[in-house]
């Protein structure tokens, strides 16, 4: 591979993580609420169930019991968001993962314009996931009853 391809395949890679870096602030942005929920809001009341459960009548197995059933929604939640961010990072990856097939066959046979055509096909990918953050975000709030 002669130098000029090797830095156009160097800035093309830096235009991609750069797409990549949108996703992510994209999705905090859209996320923080759920997360600020979840890891405020129920953690507080994690805690304060958690604190009713130690009464000296109470045996420790009782103790015990009580306190896991306190942290059940706050569990239950972070398994959702999991969940949720684990689905989308897969259709994400699955959609980029096209892409470089893509970009891999061009170059194979080594069509002019590949690396632009890998560009564009990110570049729409990337967008395309996060239009979906929103819908994504509208589904978990009202998961956990969270009003905008």
Do not use: W
């Amino acid at each position: 591979m002669d130098h000029i391809a090797a830095a156009e395949e160097r800035i093309a890679s830096e235009r991609v993580q750069q797409k990549l870096h949108q996703v992510n602030l994209a999705a905090k942005e859209h996320l923080s609420p759920i997360q600020d929920h979840v890891n405020f809001t129920l953690q507080q009341a994690y805690f304060k169930c958690a604190y009713e459960c130690f009464d000296r009548r109470r045996s420790h197995d009782e103790i015990s019991n009580c306190v896991e059933n306190c942290s059940v929604p706050v569990v239950r939640s972070q398994q959702m968001v999991e969940n949720e961010m684990a689905k989308f990072q897969e259709r994400m990856n699955r959609s980029l993962m096209v892409c470089q097939d893509r970009y891999e066959s061009a170059k194979l046979q080594k069509q002019p314009g590949a690396l632009n055509d890998l560009e564009s096909c990110v570049d729409q990918s990337t967008q395309d996931c996060i239009k979906t953050l929103p819908h994504l975000a509208g589904k978990l709030k009202a998961s956990f009853f969270i009003s905008d």
